[in-house]
């Protein structure tokens, strides 16, 4: 096993990162450790080369809580340029087809985004980094190999069409965990009867973040540069921002102390099952708790300070 580096430093906390259009969100997460010399870190949610913005990237202690930033919703602005069909679904990729683009009404236009909206079912693109045996899709993609996916329901939020030209539509998008934006672009380019593919794509929103600034890798960069690596320190946001995502619950301190010795216990809240944020009514964030069928409450995990 190798040695942790004994220079490296244990910071906790999330940054969001503006990433860049041209690096893997792999090239951005290993350029950001190396700026703030952290010894643990992950993203939450990759975006591909061609893809741009919010990039949340967890420190240490916040990696335990990842889960609930890469289950939570997101929100993308989107380019689809019509008549266009490539093979993996953006215009990174090779072009397969190119057709023309009839007359298509704003109504009709209407009618197909319409389709698109609430919960629908997604087949996932070869293009991707679901797993087949072991081996992520896009390494067997490139090999020219297809093999079938089953497809999944996904839930689309909201869908709206912020401007359009005879060839291209720009689509304000918020969508569910495991959404592919480029399979929902190439759906309704099939649904037009004219093929479409992605030309841009910009992630605006993860989970709760939306009030919150990005940082880009030039901006980064020149703080560290400027100031010195712990200066950026400061662009971090605690630990507890990773869980906002979820339906809070204020707990009083002896429902806190059931939840802290393994105890559950019902809430006059009510609350779909599922996992909820457990907090006090000062704000403080305890940590994460998951309801029952039953409606019935109990620590998963837990911040070790109080």
Known sequence: MAKANKLSLPINGVLLVDKPTGKTSNQVLQHVKRLYNARKAGHTGALDPLASGMLPICFGKATKF??????????????????????????????????????????????????????????????????????PLYKLARKGIEVERKSRNVTIHQLTLLERTETTLLL???????????????????????????????????ASFDKQP?????????????????????????????ITCLPKLEVTGTEWLYLANGRTFKPMEAFEPGFIQLGLDTGKSLGVGQVDAAGKVSAVQLFKTF
């Open 66 to 135: 990842a889960q609930y930033l890469l289950d939570s919703d997101k929100h993308y602005i989107a380019e689809a340029s019509l008549g266009l069909i490539t093979d993996t679904g953006d215009t990174d990729g090779q072009i397969i087809q190119q057709r023309t683009v009839g007359k298509i009404t704003d109504s009709a236009l209407a009618m197909v985004l319409d389709k698109f909206k609430g919960e629908i079912e997604q087949v996932p693109p070869m293009h991707s980094a679901l797993k087949h045996k072991g081996q």
């Open 172 to 206: 304000d998008v918020i969508c569910s965990k495991g959404t592919y934006i480029r399979t929902l672009v190439e759906d309704i380019g099939k649904t037009l009867l004219c093929g479409a593919t992605i030309s841009m794509l910009r992630r605006v929103n993860v």
């Open 214 to 242: 990005m940082y880009p890798l030039t901006q980064l960069q020149q703080i560290a540069d400027e100031e010195g690596p712990s200066s950026l320190e400061k662009l971090m946001l605690p630990v507890s921002h990773a």
